[in-house]
């Protein structure tokens, strides 16, 4: 049996690709540069300045689907389609192993030879997973958010008892409890997922030093710290003699944690503006 800690860190590492998504989906079609800001950072920023607005992610239709004509930044891309194939590739093993068969309906009439068709009903249930054909993506069309949140449910054991319909008759549980083998290749799936989605973004645990752009404060070393999951910080290397405004991280260097970044962002370019005007 799977230790429950591992299942959710993989729940945990699915809601990271899909908070990410958007961020990814933003990232092809923008050129890789090395201008200021870090795309670490702007990614960042542009997150918290439009806070309020949901991205439309999950209406996006997915890559694999997409014609890209010109994508702006190809290992983005790659990365995308990569995560979207493992997505969909996983949740139709899933769906083989564990999702309970279309329910039959008997069409004929009483007395007539016995036909039998789909119970449309059930087939249409949005929580199923549907394969693709050779003329319909199937549940693909959703794109590899909506993939993350139905292997999800199954990692979490929904849907797994069986359920009362409106004619008070019981129809068996829509999905099984994920074997042993499935499970691990869940688990297995969630985290290259994740470590494709955040070395692409550049999010996974990096220190990168900013060049050319000294601590608006004391002029001291400024470093870029991401890590799995977490918002961007930046750090002086001047130590607590640096006067800025701010608390001490636990090696005493002032800290701009992720709601204090825009002003760094602002005071640093208004420094670099003013070299330029001097
Ligand atoms: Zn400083």
């Given at each position: 049996m799977y230790q429950p800690a591992r299942l959710h860190r993989a729940v945990a590492q699915l809601c990271t690709v899909r908070r990410e998504w958007g961020a990814l989906l933003v990232a092809v079609e923008t050129p890789p540069a090395?201008?200021?800001?870090?795309a670490q950072l702007s990614t960042h920023l542009a997150q918290q300045l439009s806070a309020d607005v949901e991205p439309l992610v999950a209406d996006r239709a997915p890559l694999t689907l997409?014609?890209?004509?010109?994508?702006?930044?190809l290992a983005a891309l790659d990365a995308a389609v990569r995560v979207e194939t493992l997505l969909f590739d996983l949740a139709d093993t899933l769906a083989a192993g564990v999702q309970r068969p279309i329910a039959r309906q008997?069409?004929?009439?009483?007395?007539?030879p016995a036909v039998w068709a789909d119970d449309l009903t059930d087939a249409s249930d949005p929580r199923r997973w549907v394969y693709r054909s050779p003329t319909d993506p199937g549940s693909r069309r959703h794109g590899a958010h909506f993939a993350a949140m139905w292997v999800e449910g199954r990692l979490l054991d929904e849907d797994t008892t069986p359920e009362r319909e409106a004619n008070y008759t019981v129809r068996p549980a829509l999905f099984g409890l994920l074997p042993d083998h499935l499970r691990h290749e869940a688990i297995r799936t969630a985290g290259q997922c994740e470590r494709l989605v955040l070395r692409v973004l550049e999010l996974d645990a990096r220190s990168t030093p900013i060049e050319?752009?000294?601590?608006?404060?004391?002029a001291g070393d400024l470093m870029l710290h991401t890590a799995d999951g977490q918002a961007p910080r930046v750090t002086c290397g001047?130590?607590?003699?640096?006067?800025?405004?701010l608390p001490l991280d636990e090696e005493q260097r002032r800290v701009w944690g992720a709601t204090d970044l825009v002003s760094l962002v602002t005071a640093l370019e208004r420094a670099a503006a003013c070299g330029r005007a001097a």
């Open positions: 090395a201008a200021w800001p870090p997409r014609e890209h004509p010109a994508p702006l930044n008997r069409i004929s009439s009483p007395g007539r050319g752009r000294p601590c608006p404060w004391c001047s130590g607590p003699t640096c006067p800025a405004p």
